[in-house]
């Protein structure tokens, strides 16, 4: 219950990190809001980013909407903010829906708060319908993600290289490679390389760095036939510009 759960927050702090989940579990539904008002303001707000950010994966954006405005009214928030305009795009409102997370980027990096997920989600927005200068914008945002995590998911990365050869951003490519780091981000990167390996100024330009990534992901998987033979073939052509 609503007097149970506000009880224990305030009986005891430790247990504050399970109140915070069961209360934004029951937010999202009608007249569940009251339960945040037992709370200090500044306790509410984190709560609705977590249900929000919950409804946004299972797409409820009807709900998710409805819970940034209630937590909007309630005081300034970059990250909310962010989410707002995250809700928007996924709902279909792209162009205003990457303008609000876009301002909501700026306020975040000035604070300081900017998330890898911030990056990668507005960034991946960018790729996938910006112009030619939004989509460079993109690139450098995925850059800056895989820069602070050391991998992106196969999508995004699908979406990077297919951007940034359709721009003929090549050094886009020898950047990533270099900021791509887990051994199962060097693995997904080295495979997703293999189909663009006919890109001959591609492999003029960036040979060194993806013969770096075949090569770290031959490390882990030396019997890998077909990574084996684009090492080869990129190693002659990178030794050849040498």
């Excluded at 162009?95 to 997920?117: D, H, K, N, P």
Aim: with cysteine; glycine share 10%; hydrophobic share 40%.
């Amino acid at each position: 219950t609503s007097d149970f759960l506000l009880g224990r927050w305030h009986e005891n702090a430790s247990l504050r990190g399970q109140v915070l989940r069961r209360l934004a579990h029951a937010l999202g539904t009608p007249g569940n809001e009251g339960l945040l008002l037992g709370l200090p303001r500044v306790d509410r707000i984190p709560i609705i980013r977590q249900r929000v950010e919950h409804l946004v994966k299972v797409r409820d954006l009807k709900t998710a909407n409805r819970l940034v405005r209630l937590g909007l009214n309630w005081g300034h928030d970059s990250t909310l903010r962010f989410l707002e305009g995250q809700v928007l795009y996924e709902s279909g409102q792209v162009s205003e829906g990457i303008g609000y997370m876009s301002m909501a980027l700026e306020v975040l990096r000035q604070e300081g708060t900017v998330s890898v997920q911030n990056l990668l989600i507005l960034g991946d927005a960018l790729l996938r319908h910006g112009g030619s200068e939004g989509q460079r914008e993109g690139l450098n945002l995925i850059e800056d993600a895989a820069q602070v995590a050391g991998e992106i998911t196969d999508s995004i990365l699908d979406q990077f290289l297919r951007v940034s050869l359709d721009l003929l951003e090549f050094r886009a490519v020898s950047r990533i490679a270099t900021k791509i780091k887990t051994p199962p981000g060097v693995q997904r990167l080295a495979r997703s390389l293999l189909p663009l390996l006919d890109h001959r100024d591609l492999l003029d330009q960036c040979g060194f760095e993806i013969l770096g990534v075949i090569g770290s992901a031959l490390k882990a998987d030396s019997e890998d036939k077909a990574l084996r033979e684009a090492y080869k073939r990129v190693r002659e052509i990178a030794e050849g510009k040498a």
